[in-house]
């Protein structure tokens, strides 16, 4: 069931933007990064994360969660669990050592390839895609396109943090769309 319109958790998740870092310059001048590793390690506001982002899932039937390199593999597997589901990593090329199926996909500053095992996903199989951002929804497209080709119907993409005026979420209107936090301009 599509969901375009962003939608708030049932527990209020405003509590973890003061756990996030603000970088200012970061990975270059003009950008403000918001980096999560300082709410990694705080234990109540992870564990709080993960429940909130799983919360949205619990009733959808989901089979596999899908987690994209690096930070995706973060949050994937804990989602995973409390989602009573199965993991399956989506890797950079050349990682995964079975055969594999690719997606090419554009970047605002070049491409980028993802790779899932072939045999990862069984046709019919309801997935979550999970990942830290959704900023200009490249990545989370992309992965979107490659479990559909191996079969996979999109059971929603959850993300951690939505950065609101990259307007990634225009890119997946078909999706539930599923967003913890949300930062405007």
Do not use: W
């Amino acid at each position: 069931m599509p969901n375009p319109a962003p939608q708030q958790p049932r527990l209020d998740c405003e509590p973890l933007k003061k756990l996030i870092r603000e970088v200012p310059d970061f990975p270059k001048k003009g950008i403000l990064f918001y980096d999560i590793t300082t709410l990694l390690k705080d234990k109540l506001g992870l564990a709080m994360l993960i429940d909130a982002l799983s919360e949205h899932y619990l009733t959808a039937g989901i089979d596999l969660v899908l987690g994209m390199e690096a930070r995706g593999f973060i949050f994937g597997p804990a989602v995973a669990y409390r989602l009573n589901a199965g993991f399956v990593p989506l890797r950079k090329p050349g990682k995964l050592p079975a055969a594999t199926a690719k997606f090419d996909y554009a970047l605002e500053y070049g491409t980028n390839t993802l790779e899932i095992h072939r045999d990862a996903i069984q046709k019919g199989q309801r997935v979550l895609i999970v990942d830290d951002l959704l900023a200009t929804g490249g990545t989370a497209e992309a992965t979107a396109g490659l479990a559909r080709s191996l079969g996979a119907e999109i059971a929603g993409l959850g993300f951690v943090v939505e950065l609101d005026f990259l307007k990634g979420r225009d890119k997946l209107k078909e999706y539930d769309v599923f967003s913890l936090l949300h930062y405007g301009e």
